[in-house]
């Protein structure tokens, strides 16, 4: 009678442990569950926010970078119009941050203009160039070769015409002639592509999700001429997007 009482409490305490055991399971794939929800239901909101806004606001934002490569270009001295010229539109997460912990992540969409001009020859840019411009591999570190090809830097100060202009980056990257024939080869090359305006972190991302919305010209160079650089670029969209939840001890990517 008595191994039939303990037969009967095991049974018991099995049935309360399996049980116990599938309230935990339940609870914890709600809780996996919900950040995958909310990532999903969150990116498919914000696409569709920014595809909005960018529709409103795309030929304003192109005529703008337009204009400022434009004005680059002319007030430096550099061929009146373009080689090739390309407009992407990317979108990216980056975060505020109080230290080494961020306090929460923010959703970007910007457009970034690339435009190659012919430095003329004979020109005051091309002296300047010819004179001051300097392998950028070199300049930096030898280790950087592939992080900056066979590109030159041409540092902007007093001795560049209209270095005062609006927009002017530090440095300017420079193709000289024998070196590249194609703009994509160019593009590719980290230096180059990197935008000065997206945190360092968060570049690698936006570069990965560019895509071409305008261009015009040819991929091709003529290696007999020396080309100059140009990118613009503008935020059309940013919304803080919080943390994903459950956020137990640090603040994480929601998407």
């Keep these: 009678m008595a191994n039939q009482q303990n037969r009967t409490q095991l049974s018991k305490t099995k049935k ?8 935990i399971g339940l609870v914890a794939a709600l ?10 239901t969150l990116r498919m909101s914000l696409e569709s926010e920014s595809k909005q806004t960018l529709s409103k606001t795309k030929s304003q934002l192109q005529n703008s970078l337009n204009e400022r490569v434009n004005a680059m270009a002319l007030q430096l001295g550099a061929a009146p119009s373009a080689t090739y010229a390309a407009t992407y539109n990317s979108c990216y997460t980056d975060h505020s941050d109080s230290g080494w912990f961020a306090n929460n992540y923010n959703y970007n969409c910007i457009l970034t203009k690339f435009a190659f001009f012919e430095v003329k020859n004979p020109s005051a840019l091309l002296e300047t160039v010819n004179a001051t411009a300097k392998p950028a591999s070199v300049e930096r570190h030898a280790i950087d070769n592939d992080y900056y090809g066979n590109i030159y830097i041409l540092s902007v100060d007093s001795n560049i015409v209209g270095s005062n202009i609006n927009d002017l980056p530090y440095n300017l990257y420079i193709v000289k002639e024998n070196t590249y024939s194609n703009v994509k080869k160019v593009l590719a090359i980290p230096a180059v592509s990197s ?12 570069i990965a999700n560019r895509a071409i919305l305008e261009k015009s010209g040819s991929h091709s160079l003529d290696t007999k001429n020396t080309y100059i650089i140009f990118q613009s670029s503008e935020h059309y969209f940013q919304k803080d997007i919080g943390c994903r939840m459950p956020s137990l001890i640090f603040c994480e990517s929601p998407i």
């Design 31 to 40: 809780l996996f569950s919900i950040p995958v929800v909310q990532s999903f």
């Design 16 to 23: 309360i442990l399996l049980w116990v055991a599938s309230i």
């Design 195 to 206: 935008n000065d305006r997206v945190v360092s972190y968060a570049s690698e991302q936006e």
